[in-house]
């Protein structure tokens, strides 16, 4: 078992940044391959960015290449989303998430994820 929380989430201007953090506890964090998913009402959720547990190998989804950054920190067991220029397409609720089995960053699918946060809002006003 896993748990997750996420903070850091808010209301920014478009082309601001936020960091969000995912704190972990209970299974060992550092085995564990991590992502980051948004979603917005009425849409599937989407898998942002993604870590392999010790940090080598990170995923990002194209709309997002070259603004965020996925990092993490086994020895604090954390994992980050630091967000720059953010545009309003942005604004959602963003999750941090766990997989049990090594599916890899590249499973992009909510369900290669088992466990998962509550959630923290991220509002881009443009």
């Known amino acids: 078992q896993v748990q997750l929380v996420e903070s850091g989430g808010g209301l920014v201007q478009a082309g601001g940044s936020l960091s969000l953090s995912c704190a972990a506890s209970g299974r060992s964090f550092d085995s564990s391959n991590m992502g980051w998913f948004r979603q917005v009402p009425g849409r599937e959720r989407e898998v942002v960015a993604a870590i392999n547990f010790n940090g080598a190998v990170i995923y990002y989804v194209d709309s997002v290449k070259g603004r965020f950054t996925i990092s993490r920190d086994n020895a604090k067991n954390t994992l980050y989303l630091q967000m720059n220029s953010l545009k309003p397409e942005d604004t959602a609720v963003y999750f941090c998430?766990?997989?049990?089995?090594?599916?890899?960053?590249?499973?992009?699918?909510?369900?290669?994820?088992?466990?998962w946060g509550q959630g923290t809002q991220v509002t881009v006003s443009s």
């Open positions: 998430a766990a997989q049990r089995l090594n599916y890899g960053v590249y499973a992009s699918s909510p369900g290669a994820y088992e466990w």
